[in-house]
């Protein structure tokens, strides 16, 4: 029987774009579980209440149910050793190190650049709630927000110099093969890639032709992922 993952979607179901339930979708499909994903919106609150709490992902695995992504990518690695995804105690402790970082500088400055791209991307029904919080998040409107991430990109991809150190050194993050630590950041960067035109990678930059081969890891899961 296959897992179920409640994944944010936008006004076109197939519009999968949240970074965090990218992080579980690839952490499933390298783990080669079979996985059915069920869309999920802002105001479906209710449909995951079950879960104890009101955020996705949320993965079901018949009696258990697990939310947040990282809480999901430890469960996988305890259920299914092999192919791991941490690769022991002091990958999984880097890893969570790494899953902080992309949290702080990667989430923070993606939403700085696509904010306002992202109401276009929402169900019609979730744009009142995602406008009025996000506007209050950042004490100023969408719009005002989003302004100048022409110039501003810049400094975002400035501050992805850490990877692109590591990818300099070898072929993926985890090192020899594709680890946890490669689906935090690709996870990350099919946010903008789903939601939003806004180019956040130049396509020379060392991060951008990593990407391309991730998106093609998994039968090409990332490169079919629909896009608006």
Known sequence: MSMILHDLAGADPDLRFSPYCWRSRFALAHKGLPVETVPWRFSDRHAI?????????????????????????????????????FGGPVGRAHALFLNGWADSVMVGGIARLIVRDLLDAIDPADRDYFRASREARFGMSL????????????????????????????????????????????GTLMWPRCASRFEILTPDDPIAVWFDRVLGLYGGLGHAATRV
């Open 143 to 186: 719009e005002a927000v989003q302004d100048g991430r022409e110039d501003r990109v810049l400094a975002f991809r400035e501050s992805l110099l850490p990877i692109r150190l590591v990818l300099r050194q070898q072929a993926w993050l985890g090192g020899a093969a594709p680890s946890y630590a490669d689906h935090i950041v690709a």
């Open 49 to 85: 209440a079950f879960s104890g709490q009101a955020k996705v992902p949320v993965l079901r695995d018949e009696g258990t149910v697990v939310s947040d992504s990282w809480a999901i990518a430890g469960y996988l690695e305890d259920l299914v050793p092999v192919p791991p995804l």
